[in-house]
């Protein structure tokens, strides 16, 4: 099994919403990682998980909280969006962060409309 | 810095027809290339790793250290390898796969 898997697939919300995007992974990965993907564009890392603990964040806004409650769950909480905020968030596992031959498997990711 | 460089954004050959989409890499260490393929609204599929040095849906990629390249080739092309793609690299860091910009085939009927 080699399925990362991410709920809710579509999500709408206003400005002023509060929501959250979940990304679960049961293949014993200790790193997790959120990805923001533009129509035709490359995914731009936001943010990894190693061990449950923040190690990377590449300057994202606040108003997007990740959160790592175990090894299996990533979470993103969403507050205050932009409608430029809008995207794919794709999120992916692998068995560790920071070695090499480390391959990243990704979810099929959460459409976010931000209106 | 680590980069990768697809050069063709768009390229767009005849079904039948020989495929190499090139990729360009620049890093300073021993790093690791994937190539991963990702169909219209669809998840992010890995395709190959340089590792392994599988043969996948007809495709093949070679390492060249001396060139910095690991272009993606198949001999014929089919019309349902119509698809973005996007090169890879993996340089050990903690920082995740530094994407090319990709490159969106398109086969031809």
């Known amino acids: 099994d080699t399925e990362v898997t991410q709920t809710p697939k579509h999500l709408v919300m206003g400005m002023t919403n509060k929501k959250s995007l979940k990304c679960e992974q049961h293949?014993?990965?200790?790193?997790m990682y959120w990805y923001k993907q533009k129509a035709k564009k490359p995914p731009e890392l936001m943010f990894v998980?190693?061990?449950?603990?923040?190690?990377i964040n590449e300057s994202v806004p606040s108003r997007f909280s990740p959160e790592c409650p175990n090894s299996s769950l990533l979470n993103l909480h969403l507050h205050a969006l932009q409608p430029e905020d809008s995207a794919l968030y794709l999120c992916?596992?692998?068995?560790?962060?920071?070695?090499?031959?480390?391959?990243?498997?990704f979810g099929e990711g959460s459409w976010l409309t931000v209106v | 810095a680590q980069r990768v460089t697809q050069p063709e954004k768009l390229l767009s050959v005849f079904k039948g027809a020989p495929v190499e989409l090139k990729c360009n890499y620049s890093?300073?260490?021993?790093?690791?290339l994937f190539w991963y393929v990702q169909y219209s609204r669809q998840r992010l599929q890995l395709l190959l790793r340089?590792?392994s040095r599988e043969s996948i849906k007809g495709f093949t990629a070679d390492l060249n250290k001396g060139e910095t390249s690991f272009h993606l080739k198949k001999p014929f092309a089919q019309e349902e390898d119509s698809a973005m793609y996007y090169c890879?690299?993996?340089?050990?860091?903690?920082?995740?796969?530094?994407f090319g910009k990709g490159t969106h085939l398109i086969i031809q009927p």
């Open positions: 992916a596992s692998s068995r560790f962060s920071a070695l090499p031959g480390n391959t990243i498997y």
């Open positions: 293949m014993g990965h200790r790193a």
């Open positions: 998980y190693s061990y449950e603990k923040l190690s």
């Open positions: 890093y300073s260490g021993s790093p690791e």
């Open positions: 340089h590792i």
């Open positions: 890879a690299l993996n340089g050990g860091g903690a920082d995740g796969l530094t």
